[in-house]
Every structure is written in structure tokens, then in C-alpha cells.
């Protein structure tokens, strides 16, 4: 049974950081692109990031340069790294295996992100 176990999220200030976790079990992880995504209430559900199995790494523009996705195969472990938070990233955040811009297994509960002074 796949499962996605998001971790790692809070309540920060503006310009503050976070780093989000998520393991991943029942799937061979290694051979699979892992995307985080997130969705803010009453907004749809976004990709903000994925990771190949190689390590090649793509962001949306609204997060590059902030935000850095990586990998831990032996841990089946995806991490995403945000600096420079702002309000608008304020979103439950949520990761999955990625084909081509979408998700392809069931989700996890998220982590909640707040960024609020």
C-alpha cells in the first residue's frame, strides 16, 4: 500500500524557513520523480516541485529561487527546503509521485505551512 507521510510544517513569519519532509513507503522509490505540491484555501492543488529519479529538479517560477527539492533514496524521503516565505505561501503541502506534471497515487494528509506575522 503506497503512503505518503508529509511532516515538517508550522507557523513562521514572513521571511522565515521551513523544511518539509515526506516519506514514502510502498513504492520503489528510487526509480520515481517525486513532486511537492500545495493548495491554498479555496485555490486548486499546485505543483511546486519535483526531483527525477537522477536528481534533475524543476520549480514553479512562483517558488524559484526560494524553495530547493531533494532526495534521500535509501531513506525514501523527499524534502523541500523553502527560505524567504511569504503569505502567499501559505498552503497545505503535500508530495507524490510526479508523471509529467501530475499526481499519480492517492494522497497523504499534507503539512500545514502558515506564514503570517
Known amino acids: 500500500q503506497v503512503q505518503f507521510v508529509e511532516s515538517g510544517g508550522g507557523l513562521v513569519q514572513p521571511g522565515g524557513s521551513l523544511r518539509l519532509s515526506c516519506a514514502a513507503s510502498?513504492?520503489?522509490?528510487?526509480?520515481?520523480?517525486m513532486g511537492w505540491y500545495r493548495q491554498a484555501p479555496g485555490n486548486q492543488r499546485e505543483l511546486v516541485a519535483t526531483i527525477g529519479s537522477g536528481g534533475s529538479t524543476n520549480y514553479a517560477d512562483s517558488v524559484k529561487g526560494r524553495f530547493t527539492i531533494s532526495r534521500d533514496n535509501a531513506k525514501t524521503t523527499v524534502f523541500l527546503q523553502m527560505n524567504s516565505l511569504t503569505p502567499e505561501d501559505t498552503a497545505v503541502y503535500y508530495c507524490n509521485v510526479d508523471f509529467s506534471g501530475r499526481p499519480l497515487m492517492d494522497w497523504g494528509q499534507g503539512t500545514q505551512v502558515t506564514v503570517s506575522s
Open positions: 510502498g513504492i520503489m522509490f528510487r526509480i520515481y520523480t
